[in-house]
C-alpha cells in the first residue's frame, strides 16, 4: 500500500532552518504531484508548497514564499521542504501529500485534492 513518511523535523529558533524529506512508497513517486501542509494547534491544515511530477513547475503559500523551497529527486524519490528564516508562526505538524492526477499547480492548495497523506513531522520554532 502507499505510504508517506515525513522526516526532519524538531525544535529550531527564529531564524533558523530545516529540512524536511518525505519519502513515498508504494506508488510510481516520479508520477505523482507532491505536496506540503501544515497544522498548527486548533487550527485548520493549510497549504504550504506543491511540486509537479517532474519538478518543473512549483507554488507556494504567500506566507512561505522566500523563505521555503519545495523540491523533488524522482531518482531517489524524496522530496524536501527546505525552510529558512523560521517563524514562530511556521510552528505546526507539517504534511506531505501525494495526488496522480495532472492538474495546474495553483489547484493543489486544496487537501481534498490528494490522494495520500503521511501521518506528519512536528516543526516548533521558539521565539
Known amino acids: 500500500q502507499v505510504q508517506l513518511v515525513e522526516s526532519g523535523g524538531g525544535l529550531v529558533q527564529a531564524g533558523g532552518s530545516l529540512r524536511l524529506s518525505c519519502a513515498a512508497s508504494?506508488?510510481?513517486?516520479?508520477?505523482?504531484?507532491m505536496g506540503w501542509f501544515r497544522q498548527a494547534p486548533g487550527k485548520e491544515r493549510e497549504f504550504v508548497a506543491a511540486i509537479s511530477w517532474s519538478g518543473s513547475a512549483t507554488y507556494y503559500a504567500d506566507s512561505v514564499k522566500g523563505r521555503f523551497t519545495i523540491s523533488r529527486d524522482n531518482a531517489k524519490n524524496p522530496v524536501y521542504l527546505q525552510m529558512n528564516s523560521l517563524k514562530p508562526e511556521d510552528t505546526a505538524v507539517y504534511y506531505c501529500a501525494a495526488d496522480p492526477r495532472r492538474y495546474t499547480i495553483d489547484y493543489y492548495t486544496r487537501t481534498a485534492v490528494y490522494d495520500y497523506w503521511g501521518l506528519g513531522t512536528r516543526v516548533t520554532v521558539s521565539s
Open positions: 508504494g506508488l510510481t513517486f516520479s508520477s505523482y504531484v
